[in-house]
């Protein structure tokens, strides 16, 4: 596959990278807010033992509700504190710069990693259905189930730990003096390149589409009466309630995916494909790609670590099989996505419109 870039030079805008520490900082200073209300007023804390809906696959399960809410409100507020440093990083040095970066990247991946668990991942596999179905009356669920303050406050903690990673990123790159719009420094070597991206992304992305379809296939295999995995007994109970057809759309979705992937290093994963009606042979934004990409890949990290450090999800799957092994692979997974949408952009970004390195 040959080396791309994208557009030539244009004018430089304002850096949407310039608004990432004080929306940061604003973003973690009012979730430390209402969390500090919480530990006032004793309730609204959503996680753990106050989370009947799924508290049993987060890591926060181990945090005693009453010490959750303090504990938030303090980290949050520090990280707020941390944003804040970063606006202007370009004249810290040494140890002052060193602890905020050090903590805010630790709350950064807390943020991302630890709080949304499989409930953010659940309800982005599932929205298809929810949002097609739903004028039909399926699936026969009740949406205030699905759609809690406690999945609200993942999806919050999501945000948050991205906005910081912004911030972070870019008071990195106004100390060490790169380009604050692209990263690019004087030297244009290393495996921020196009041609290295190009190399590496297609190791990424190849891993990145095999471990889903791995996931789908047994997921199929029950929707067409295959007890993979699972004894006959389970399977006829997840034929009777629906779960089955349930778990042949997640199948479905993580299929998308994996060919969605596949785009990231193919031809028409920059250009849309001939039988695209008025988009046929235009650029695909790279945002387009790379946004959806890394969403998902920090929703399956997130989702993989509750779910193998919980016994009871290995009581029910029955241990070691067919049906949890593809699930072991899932931060795999989510570490190559995330590492194909990066390649992604890096071979594709062009020249950059405010420094013109490229």
């Not at 919480?38 to 987060?58: E, M, Q, R, S």
């Not at 997840?238 to 349930?246: S, Y």
Request: glycine share 14%; charged share 10%; with cysteine.
């Amino acid at each position: 596959m040959t080396t791309t870039t994208d557009s030539p030079p244009r004018r430089a805008g304002r850096l949407r990278l310039d608004l990432a520490p004080p929306l940061a900082a604003a973003w973690l200073g009012g979730w430390g807010a209402l969390a500090l209300v919480a530990t006032l007023t004793g309730t609204g804390y959503p996680f753990g033992a106050n989370d009947p809906h799924g508290g049993g696959v987060n890591l926060l399960r181990f945090v005693p509700v009453a010490v959750g809410a303090p504990l938030f409100a303090g980290l949050l507020l520090a990280g707020a504190v941390a944003a804040l440093v970063m606006t202007g990083a370009g004249t810290v040095r040494g140890l002052p710069r060193a602890l905020p970066l050090g903590y805010g990247w630790a709350l950064a991946f807390a943020l991302a990693v630890v709080v949304p668990d499989a409930r953010v991942l659940i309800v982005l596999g599932y929205a298809p259905m929810l949002i097609l179905g739903a004028p039909f009356g399926w699936p026969p669920v009740d949406y205030a189930d699905i759609f809690t303050w406690a999945l609200f406050a993942r999806c919050a903690a999501l945000v948050g730990g991205i906005l910081l990673a912004g911030a972070l990123l870019a008071g990195q790159r106004r100390t060490t003096g790169a380009c604050l719009a692209c990263g690019r420094g004087d030297d244009p070597r290393g495996w921020t390149t196009a041609a290295s991206a190009t190399r590496w992304g297609r190791w990424a992305a190849g891993v990145a589409a095999v471990i889903p379809v791995t996931y789908a296939a047994v997921r199929f295999a029950w929707a067409a009466g295959i007890p993979l995995g699972i004894s006959r007994d389970f399977l006829a109970e997840m034929q009777e309630t629906g779960l089955v057809w349930a778990g042949a759309g997640l199948g479905a979705f993580a299929t998308v995916g994996a060919v969605l992937t596949l785009g990231l290093v193919r031809p028409w994963g920059e250009r849309f494909p001939r039988w695209m009606i008025g988009l046929a042979g235009r650029r695909v934004p790279i945002g387009l790609a790379v946004v959806p990409a890394g969403l998902v890949a920090v929703s399956v990290t997130a989702a993989s670590l509750g779910l193998v450090s919980n016994p009871r999800f290995w009581a029910m799957a029955g241990g070691l099989s067919l049906t949890t092994l593809p699930m072991l692979f899932w931060p795999l997974w989510g570490v190559a996505l995330g590492a194909a949408a990066l390649a992604y952009h890096l071979r594709r970004r062009g020249v950059c419109r405010r420094c013109g390195r490229g």
